[in-house]
Each structure stands twice: as structure tokens, then as C-alpha cells.
T-cell receptor, first 109, second 113 residues
Framework: DAKTTQPTSMDCAEGRAANLPCNHS???????VYWYRQIHSQGPQYIIH???NNETNEMASLIITEDRKSSTLILPHATLRDTAVYYC??????????FGPGTRLSVLP | GAGVSQTPSNKVTEKGKYVELRCDPI?????LYWYRQSLGQGPEFLIY????????DSGLPNDRFFAVRPEGSVSTLKIQRTERGDSAMYLC???????????FGPGTRLTVL
């Protein structure tokens, strides 16, 4: 079973920031937080990952709380093409990825 | 460059038959993963290869499932005596190494009648 918990679904207005939360309250010091998304009828797509520090790339920002028990994925200016299921995964080096049901994000015009 | 490809894109078979699903990873990627995904669920890990060897096959549901990667590139997932419960989307992914970004293929949709 997935070790993270995420809301089942969220809506976001086009052009606004989408903030997707994830709880990983049992995370250990060596475990990473990965985010993937899956657009309908496609394979999952990597977004970003982090260990302790906040991370930013061309797709998104990842904010990890100081106690590392939760994180937030931020899509700064959501577009209709960002409508997808977003998966937050807690994983130790070398372990397999356990995907939960994720958060279904709907970006509304 | 070319991404991960999977063939066939769709496979319909009868209960009890044998099927093979193929994955062509991105050239140079040493890590290869198989997942399966049922409707409304996240991908479920099956097996992970590092090079030619299966580094973790803990996700294979039973001994009807087997996967190989003989030359460290193309991989084949083999399912014997298929059951209706095997119907799912089978996804393959590859990466330079574990912990790097996994690139997923489009999947093979398996339907067992």
C-alpha cells in the first residue's frame, strides 16, 4: 500500500497556481518524495523529486516541510493541459515505487 | 530521440492462453521497470531490472508472471495461463539508473476474455 495520502480530487482555475498537498507522516530520513502525473490515456510523467530541500524546475516547485512529514507540489500557472492525476510517492533508495490513487486535478477554464 | 515503446498497444486473448508483452527502453537506460494499472488505480510495481538481472521482482503477483531482459535492453513480460483478472494496462518505464527520472511508455492494454 502507498505510504502517502493525497486528496482524491481538486479543481483549479486556469492561470492560477495549483497547490497539491501530500502527507507522508511516516517518512524516514533517507526517503525521497517523488511526484509524477498521468494525463488521460498516457503513461505517467516525472515532475520533480526532493529529499529535504525545496526544489524547483521548469514544470513545478516542490515545498517540503521542515519535519518532512508533508509536501506541496506547486504548478505556478496551471493550464488546461495540466489536468491529470498527480501521484506523490515516498521511496527509499533502491526500493520500488508504490503509487497510490493520486489526486485528480481538474483545471477549469 | 525515441522514447520508450511497447508492443502491442492492445492485446486481446482468451482465458488460459499465453501472452508476451514487449518493451523497448530508451537507448542507454540501464534500469527498466514493469507496472500494471487497473482502471482508477495508480500503477502497481511488478519488477525492476538493472541491466540484465532482475533487481527486484517482489511485485510479480504469482508464478504465472515472468519477465526477462537477456541483453540488458529489450524486455519481455510473459504471462502464462492468463486469467480475466490479468486484464489491465501494462506499463514499462526506463531510466539511466534507479532514482533518476523514469520515462514511461504508452502501455499495452491486455484484455483477457
Amino acid at each position: 500500500d502507498a505510504k502517502t495520502t493525497q486528496p482524491t480530487s481538486m479543481d483549479c482555475a486556469e492561470g492560477r497556481a495549483a497547490n497539491l498537498p501530500c502527507n507522508h507522516s511516516t517518512i524516514s530520513g533517507n526517503e525521497y518524495v517523488y511526484w509524477y502525473r498521468q494525463i488521460h490515456s498516457q503513461g505517467p510523467q516525472y515532475i520533480i523529486h526532493g529529499l529535504k530541500n525545496n526544489e524547483t524546475n521548469e514544470m513545478a516547485s516542490l515545498i517540503i516541510t521542515e519535519d518532512r512529514k508533508s509536501s506541496t507540489l506547486i504548478l505556478p500557472h496551471a493550464t488546461l493541459r495540466d489536468t491529470a492525476v498527480y501521484y506523490c510517492i515516498e521511496v527509499n533508495y533502491g526500493q520500488n515505487f508504490v503509487f497510490g490513487p493520486g489526486t485528480r486535478l481538474s483545471v477549469l477554464p | 530521440g525515441a522514447g520508450v515503446s511497447q508492443t502491442p498497444s492492445n492485446k486481446v486473448t482468451e482465458k488460459g492462453k499465453y501472452v508476451e508483452l514487449r518493451c523497448d527502453p530508451i537507448s542507454g537506460h540501464t534500469a527498466l521497470y514493469w507496472y500494471r494499472q487497473s482502471l482508477g488505480q495508480g500503477p502497481e510495481f511488478l519488477i525492476y531490472f538493472q541491466g540484465t538481472g532482475a533487481a527486484d521482482d517482489s511485485g510479480l503477483p504469482n508464478d504465472r508472471f515472468f519477465a526477462v531482459r537477456p541483453e540488458g535492453s529489450v524486455s519481455t513480460l510473459k504471462i502464462q495461463r492468463t486469467e480475466r483478472g490479468d486484464s489491465a494496462m501494462y506499463l514499462c518505464a526506463s531510466s539511466f539508473a534507479w532514482a533518476n527520472e523514469q520515462f514511461f511508455g504508452p502501455g499495452t492494454r491486455l484484455t483477457v476474455l
